[in-house]
């Protein structure tokens, strides 16, 4: 277990929320910063960004969403509606007495921060996403452009029953994260790898393909503007997503800041660290 990073100490918390065990780290003392990782990582995704941000005198809650690591895992599809993620979200920050708090959040936990600023804005005073794009850009590249379907075709191939399962546990998820940064060091994919390894995990990581894909059609009726300062970090070279997914929406979001960093791909709170630190602490402050 990590008790530290880079001399800041950690404290890891387990919760039962919505019938399932969450867990998740925090550290030090301030208003809130609540980190939501995506696919498929887990809280040491942030591991940057935490001493970066409580030295900055923020206290950081960074869970491990359901389905990952050591977070619950329960069985079935519908365990991971996006709505339920968010209501687990909701839960954690609600139970944190620090409200409103600010969210930054990346791929599925960027879905999930979305999706949480629009049905509990009560709770978001500042939202950082970070190379995931606002549902309502992405679904219009998906129709309009083809480059975006193709991109995109992994995520319909990891619907699949059986078949991306087996992939991903014999070698896929290391081949996709060395293939995805040079940053991602044997040192850091031996903690993601036991994550992976966790009974269950990689069933449900894909879940959150099978769901969206099978109750997607029930969050377009909870789109709605989002009015918390809001700022978007992309990694330019992002594989999955066209630029075309961060223009014109900002009749949704109202009060948008986007930042490009040129040479960062997907996972940009690894590629640019420093540069995503720099433009955290000065948004959140």
Known sequence: ??????GIPLTHRREEVHGIELHWVEAGEGPLVVLLHGFPEL??????????????????????????????????VEAYKMTKIVHDVAALIARSGDVPCDVVAHDWGGVAAWLHAMTHPDQVRRLVILNSPHPVPFRRELRRSREQ?????????FRIPLLPQLFLRFGGLRWMMRSASRH?????????DRSWRRPGAIRSMLHYYRAVGRYGKELAALVRPIHAPTMLIWG??????????????????PNLRVERIAKAG????TDAAERVNELLVEFLR
Request: net charge neutral; aromatic share 16%; no cysteine.
């Open 149 to 157: 379907k193709v991109r995109a075709t992994y995520m319909v191939l």
């Open 43 to 76: 809280w040491y995704s942030w591991r940057r960004q935490i001493p970066a941000l409580v030295r900055a005198g923020f206290r950081v809650i960074a869970p491990d969403l359901r389905g990952y690591n050591e977070s619950g895992k329960p069985g079935g």
């Open 184 to 192: 991602f060091t044997p040192e850091v994919l031996r903690e993601y």
């Open 1 to 6: 277990m990590i008790e530290q990073l880079e």
């Open 236 to 253: 330019e070279r992002d594989p999955v997503f066209v630029r075309a997914t961060t223009l014109d929406f900002d009749e949704y979001v």
């Open 266 to 269: 997907h996972f940009v709170q």
